[in-house]
């Protein structure tokens, strides 16, 4: 389809206009600050409050790390474009800092006033050393001397030392101490070693165990106050004057040259090394480290006073999801136990199962173990003859890597694409392609310059006088982990369309090919956009006929420009837009005369909603789509996606059971964007029960006796 096929542009609206756009990294903070408000619920057990906090700062990590890197490069070399919404770079880092600065304040507030009082009424408690009796300090002084001094390396700075490097993320202590002889002041860096815990259990100390004995009562000392408490014995002779905790963030994106790239692995494992020494972009210290000691910082590391930011109470609160994942069950959700879906039950061999119809999985309310099955029992099935599939983001213990393996060992013939670019991954990812090939896999690494999004995986087998392909896409990684966490849809077919579109997938990414189009599957960079852009305007000239038009998307994040303009569009002719979009979204509804028709909500619940689904035309009419895709500009033009429909009766109707109709009808989970970028927060009517969208879904499967799962009251 090209653009004079598609509806045209209303001639009254404007749609570069800066005012009709959110800005990216604002609308990011935006979501960051939804997560934040999580932990503020005491609707939560209090660990899980906890939790929220600490994927709060982890998120805020990634942020600068990333995000705030690239604005700092773009001021470094004098990008004048700005962003969407009209902002230069300046400007937008002024606001970045704006509002970081007012969150880690409320975080601050709302842990020394709120969270740690609360959890140390409940036996959790994070100590300081001055509150520690004389026995407990005796015990914990030992401790320190066996097991953390040997660790330490006290750095100092002057003249003949220079000042040491900083390490990402790291936490130091700033020390400053005098010779007594000399009355010279002097300064020293002492880094609290990564390697162990953060937190220590004070218990385990005074018995002499590895881990907390009793879960009902722990108290913790941060690693960072019982090196201050005994800086004596790292500067013996000299009098310490001050002990000030900073932590450092730097830029840790990686920069490839494919096309320069002979071996890509190897270059991808020198880049790893070589972003470690990435420049800062942020200093964090508490508020009273002297202006010295402060200035001192900024010039060795660097950068600018705009990028210091004061930390009330700890440093690297992403460390408090040791704490969050205590043994406490009355501080903790409800545990639920993943179910295996009828047919897989009914038909417990998985090749029959899938010959008979397909199947839907809806993690991690249903297990990830089908998906493990499948790979397995094609390892070892002696009918099997091949094994295809992309992997993105593996896990450091992966079991889907380990059937490949097996499957190799076996005399099959497998073929793997990992993408070794996947962000914080990549380490991983190297791991596995090196294993890989060492038992005679075909490990290959996608077209250079495109990351290797899609979750596809196809299986090879001799059935009597045929091959039957069996296909499995996901919008989700083959990681049993975040299976358990992440919620994302999966399905199994054996139609032959779809295996042939998963064939030749594999040969384009492992060949030369140069298929665009596809039976059943939409494929980013050659066709995905056009798909989606051809559905949205298909319901426009719906609504413009005076006919039912409806769109309804489900994803991470929306940035295209393009998509964007369609969906206004879309809206100014009568179309139904609802838009569920857990992150960020650059869209801006409710705006007179452009999005009145277009509502966008967001829900930040138990589980990480990270499914992409999406639905064109009036219900009953509708066509389903999964995919591995956001409506972003980087997964239509820099990454191989894939979308793919839904058109089995039973699964359509799961999906808007399971799906659709829970994110609509949350009052409890789901927050409302306004056109002036707020989101507010829904709330049930009176008399009106909570709806909370995936506790529903929990609940439904526990009535259904799939689940034992205790729901709070």
């Not at 002041?185 to 005074?206: H, N, Q, S």
């Not at 009828?342 to 417990?348: G, I």
Request: glycine residues 6%.
């Amino acid at each position: 389809m090209t653009d004079l096929d598609r509806a045209p542009e209303a001639p009254d609206i404007a749609v570069e206009d800066p005012s009709l756009y959110f800005n990216r990294e604002i609308s990011w903070l935006a979501f960051n600050e939804r997560v934040l408000e999580e932990s503020f619920d005491p609707r939560w057990p209090l660990l899980e409050r906890l939790k929220f906090l600490a994927i709060f700062a982890n998120n805020l990590d990634e942020f600068f790390m990333i995000r705030v890197s690239g604005l700092h490069e773009q001021l470094e070399a004098r990008v004048a474009e700005r962003s969407a919404d009209g902002l230069t770079v300046r400007e937008q880092l002024t606001r970045i800092g704006q509002i970081v600065r007012d969150q880690i304040a409320r975080v601050s507030a709302l842990l020394s006033g709120t969270l740690l009082p609360a959890l140390a009424e409940k036996g959790v408690r994070i100590v300081e050393w001055k509150s520690l009796d004389a026995d407990t300090r005796r015990r914990a002084r030992a401790y320190f001397r066996r097991a953390v001094f040997p660790v330490l390396t006290p750095l100092a700075v002057d003249p003949g030392h220079p000042f040491p490097f900083l390490s990402n993320l790291s936490i130091s202590l700033a020390v400053e101490a005098r010779d007594p002889e000399t009355r010279e002041r002097k300064f020293a860096r002492v880094k609290v070693p990564e390697i162990l815990p953060r937190f220590i259990p004070l218990d385990a100390i005074e018995r002499g165990k590895r881990e907390p004995g009793d879960p009902a009562s722990a108290d913790f000392l941060p690693m960072e106050a019982l090196i201050a408490a005994n800086l004596d014995d790292l500067f013996p002779g000299m009098e310490v004057l001050g002990c000030h905790p900073f932590r450092v963030t730097r830029d840790m994106d990686m920069e490839i040259r494919e096309e320069e790239a002979h071996d890509l692995l190897s270059i991808v494992d020198r880049e790893i090394r070589r972003r470690k020494f990435g420049a800062v972009v942020r200093l964090e210290v508490s508020p009273g480290v002297p202006d010295r000691i402060r200035t001192l910082l900024l010039q060795k590391l660097e950068i600018d006073q705009e990028d210091l930011y004061e930390t009330e109470g700890p440093l690297g609160l992403a460390a408090f999801s040791a704490i969050a994942s205590l043994d406490r069950p009355d501080l903790r959700d409800a545990p639920f136990s993943a179910d295996t879906p009828p047919a897989l039950v009914d038909e417990p061999d998985i090749f029959k199962a899938i010959a008979a119809g397909d199947i839907l999985l809806h993690h991690p309310y249903d297990s990830f173990s089908p998906v493990l099955e499948f790979l397995r029992r094609a390892a070892t099935d002696p009918l099997v003859l091949a094994i295809k599939m992309t992997l993105y983001r593996t896990g450091s213990d992966s079991q889907i890597a380990r059937a490949l393996i097996q499957a190799a060992e076996n005399g099959k013939q497998v073929a793997v694409c990992i993408e070794l670019k996947a962000r914080f991954d990549e380490e991983n990812n190297i791991v596995w392609a090196r294993a890989l090939e060492r038992v005679g896999v075909h490990v290959f690494y996608g077209a250079a310059g495109i990351k290797t999004h899609a979750k596809a995986a196809l299986v090879v087998r001799q059935e009597k006088d045929k091959l039957v392909r069996y296909v499995h896409l996901s919008t989700g990684n083959y990681n049993a982990g975040t299976a358990r966490i992440y919620t994302d849809t999966g399905f199994f077919t054996a139609n032959p369309e779809f295996g042939e579109d998963a064939s030749e997938l594999f040969n384009s990414l492992s060949g030369f090919s140069k298929k665009s189009t596809y039976r059943k599957l939409a494929v980013a960079p050659s066709s995905l956009l056009d798909s989606v852009l051809g559905r949205i305007d298909g319901q426009t000239a719906l609504a413009r006929e005076g006919r039912p038009a409806r769109v309804f998307a489900k994803l991470n994040s929306l940035v295209d420009a393009a998509v964007i303009r369609a969906l206004y569009r879309a809206s100014r002719a009568g179309v139904a837009v609802d838009l569920n979009v857990r992150g960020i979204c650059c869209l801006r509804p409710g705006v007179p005369g452009v999005s009145e028709n277009i509502r966008v909500s967001s829900v930040v619940g138990r589980f990480l909603d990270h499914d992409r689904v999406f639905a064109f035309g009036p219900e009953g009419e509708e066509e389903f789509f999964l995919s591995s895709a956001d409506w972003m500009p980087r997964n239509f033009y820099r990454r191989v996606e894939v979308m793919f429909p839904i058109e089995d009766p039973r699964l359509r109707e799961r999906i808007r059971k399971e799906i659709i109709e829970p994110v609509l009808a949350d009052n409890c989970r789901a927050r409302d964007l306004g056109p002036d970028g707020s989101y507010r927060r829904r709330s049930p009517a009176p008399g009106e029960p909570e709806r909370d969208g995936q506790l529903t879904l929990l609940d439904r499967s526990r009535r259904r006796g799939l689940h034992a799962v205790a729901l709070p009251a």
